[in-house]
């Protein structure tokens, strides 16, 4: 049976120049990651006195951000990086970070802090980019005068702005028409338009106040409830179309109140105007047999029976007769 076994080679070339030494014990430390690793050995290859920050040297190792997250986690945890957040000179707040080869307490860390320089952002600055000090004006203070201008003629106007025009006084506006009141008879009205109509049953209950307003305004005018609900219902789709709005809608059809009819005419559907009947419905009689519905034949004499009458039995005396519906014509 063949055993595949790999074996490593291994040769070693020491740098010229640019090496850092390191503990083993630091690189093959069990609880850091490869990122942890390689941003603390980045962070002491750097030379003396640099200030790069740990955020700066994970962008220059294209660590990513959770990456450098948890990276630092392990690093603190572990004891090789330590910060802090003071005030310094100036009112500026500093954030002090201590990177270090060897695990460090919170006391040791705490006491090597103490020894460092707090650097501000306006001593990192660069002269080139550091405000110049400030000159004082020549002279001493002196408020602005209070008591306008020393040239200004009074009858002379000098301002550089257009002159306005006259303006015409505005006539004062009337009285806003006032809205009554919701009676409890507009009320009972809008409370019950739901049971009117399918599209009016989601109306919302905070328009109730308003929709009962417009209602009142109906009936103030002389409109009967009736008039209104029917007004309404001309005003609801008939095709089907579903209604998303139905305060809106009842809004709209409520805005405007027409004039009321007056109670003393006389409606036109009152005075129907005599029927005149047609010359084929002249010669017709109505039959006297037992129909379902009203039914109208030609005779030939003076018979008052229709033929279907003349030629079935006598209809059953304790059979009901319905009441008679709209005429139909049998020719």
Known sequence: ???????????????????????????????????????????LSLPDGARESLSRTAERARIGACAFTRAKRQLKEEGFVHERRLQGPGGH????????????????????????????P????????TPSPRIPAVGAPTP?????????????????????????PKSEPGPAPETPAPSE?????????????PDLRRIPRGMHDELARLVSRWLAAGHTPTAVRTHILRGLPDDGTPVHRPGGLLRYLLRDVPPAPDPDATPIAEHPAPARPSSRLAALRECEGDHVQATLFRPTGDETLCRRCLNSPPPDASRCT??????????
């Open 1 to 43: 049976m063949e055993v595949d076994s790999t074996v490593i080679y291994r040769h070693h070339i020491a740098p010229p120049r640019a090496f850092s030494q390191f503990s083993l014990d630091l690189i093959r430390h069990p609880r850091l990651s490869s990122d942890a690793v390689r941003l603390l050995t980045w962070q």
């Open 93 to 120: 707040w500093v954030t002090q970070q201590l990177v270090s080869n060897v695990p460090l307490s919170a006391a040791e860390a705490t006491k090597i802090l103490a020894r460092m320089p707090v650097h501000t």
């Open 122 to 129: 306006s001593a990192d600055a660069s002269p080139q980019v």
């Open 144 to 168: 602005p005068p209070t008591d306008g201008h020393p040239k200004k003629d009074p009858g002379e106007n000098t301002s550089h702005h257009p002159a306005e025009p006259e303006r015409k």
């Open 185 to 197: 008879a507009a009320r009972a009205l809008v409370a019950a338009l739901p049971r009117l109509s």
């Open 322 to 331: 319905p009441p008679p519906t709209p005429r139909t014509v049998i020719a």
